[in-house]
């Protein structure tokens, strides 16, 4: 029996949520964005990053019971349960976001930003646990917002995983994993057909380069773009967008082909649902030529990839 | 005393060179760049990728005397003396592109895509040996055209080496390799702020994919864009352009700064000089913040890259 591959897949852009706005009210949300999708014939939806709450790493917390209630302890649970649900009832799957929070039996709890890849059946068939968070693991004095993603989540610890789904090798990321090469390039080294990502990113450079605040969505789009080409993979990309508590989040979440073309992207920065239809071996070729890894990888130079860590001038 | 940190550069892309043109008259148009280059403020001017002849790799040839006929022995040669002597009268820098051949004290020979950086003493201080050699090792049946690289070239054997030069750190690749995110990390894990790079590269895609071919351009500058950005260097990128014994190649040289804009390109197909004003210091508070290496870069979880050429699927 043939595989089915080509699929309809969506990408759902989610505009601010409000720090004081309940989960309840954000999954209502999600459901209408899962049944826009299923409507434009979509079998698999992407969701931002951290997509049932507002962003919580821009605030330094005094109080841990506070930081620990932005976080998932289960998945899925009493405010995403429907969610879940709906995915069986839609026939639709979905990539989601979210903080998890993991206790093991001796109560040790370590924190993730956390991605979850779900079936049709409404099972977790796959988790990704961000591996380069962003931002300072200290407030930033004089700062206009904190991003303390270093202070709030451990390094994820379960790699860049791969997975069969829905026909094809479907992978995830998150927000500034994007940016890395080595992330696309170690997915690509499993084959993927599909690459699902979400982002919440903030327009202004907080480091204030101005000059890199204009580019910030050339460059969300770029390092992308080059992405999908260089691996011969579709990317599935979702953003948070607009002013959530005073902070503007840039839009322009997509879909990519294995070109690196951007071939759907949203006009909004708020709720919005695209969609493409997406043939899974649309990347063969270019995996099989150009970018055939076999045939022109040549690992032996590329030893300081993963033998170093930063940068080190040369002595010459 | 501080460093010179504000460079004037130059790319200079050529038209075709005919089969039939002898070294001579291709150097006397190499001259004729650099003198622009200079008159245009530049102390360091950057030629194509296999300068002094036509792209040679496009035949199949039954005479090894004929192919051998391509490469040269010893650099700089009766050939290129001038445009050493030229890069020290003006005091202009450069990067050449040639195919070298080396032989041993027991006459076996090497063939190598090479690049060199010579300094305004007319001192090579810098070679690099192209190590993504495209194309096939046999020649294909039915082809618009051949591309032997793999045939005729040995994989370089001097890695991606970085140089301090003119104030600055310089790294070189080239043509194919600009293509390949683990170049541009390689280089950029030597703190280069500036890299060097020469390309033939046909419009038409040998593999029929039509679709490729109309991207060609795209995709040029977007390896490259990327590249710059994800590593906070300079890009200096020379075609050579236009139609070459009846296959079209693609220009679009160009000077690519840090944050991966395009900040000058070439509008002709032919022998043109583009100049930039290259602030050395300009991918700095990339390197520092969203791209500091020693900050964010997880190695742990990279392994893949390094240890394994082709792709393979998941299992789960």
């Not at 109080?63 to 209630?69: A, F, I, T, V």
């Not at 799957?93 to 979850?116: C, H, M, P, V, W």
């Not at 300072?136 to 790699?159: C, I, M, R, W």
Request: proline share 3%.
């Amino acid at each position: 029996m043939a595989l089915r591959r080509v699929l309809n897949v969506s990408v759902a852009q989610m505009g601010p949520v409000a720090r004081s706005e309940s989960r309840h009210k954000v999954v209502n949300r999600m459901i209408k964005l899962m049944e826009e999708a299923h409507q434009q014939g979509s079998s698999f939806v992407v969701f931002p990053e951290l997509a049932l709450t507002t962003f919580f790493p821009r605030w330094d917390y005094d109080d841990n019971d506070e930081l620990e209630s932005w976080f998932e302890v289960n998945m899925p649970n009493a405010y995403t349960n429907r969610l879940f649900e709906c995915a069986v009832q839609l026939g639709c799957g979905f990539y989601l976001g979210y903080a998890e929070l993991e206790e093991d039996s001796l109560g040790r709890k370590q924190f993730f930003n956390t991605s979850i890849l779900v079936d049709t059946k409404g099972c977790i068939i796959g988790k990704y646990r961000k591996i380069h968070l962003p931002g300072t693991d200290e407030p930033v004095t004089g700062a206009s917002h904190q991003h303390l993603e270093k202070k709030y989540f451990d390094v994820g610890n379960l790699g860049f995983p791969a997975f069969n789904f829905q026909g094809g090798v479907f992978g995830m990321c998150i927000c500034n994993d994007r940016r890395w090469p080595e992330v696309w390039r170690v997915l690509g080294l499993q084959g993927v057909e599909v690459v699902a990502l979400g982002y919440n990113t903030p327009m202004e450079n907080r480091y204030g380069l101005s000059k890199l605040t204009d580019l910030s969505m050339f460059h969300n789009h770029l390092c992308m773009q080059a992405g999908a080409y260089q691996n011969g993979t579709w990317v599935l990309a979702a953003a948070k967008a607009g002013v959530e508590e005073g902070i503007h989040h840039i839009g322009g979440s997509c879909i990519i082909s294995p070109t690196g073309e951007i071939v759907g992207i949203c006009k909004s920065e708020d709720d919005e649902v695209i969609t493409a239809e997406c043939d899974l071996s649309e990347g063969d070729k270019i995996r099989e030529t150009i970018f055939n890894f076999e045939n022109h990888r040549q690992i032996k130079y590329y030893g300081s990839i993963t033998s170093q860590t930063g940068a080190l001038k040369p002595n010459n």
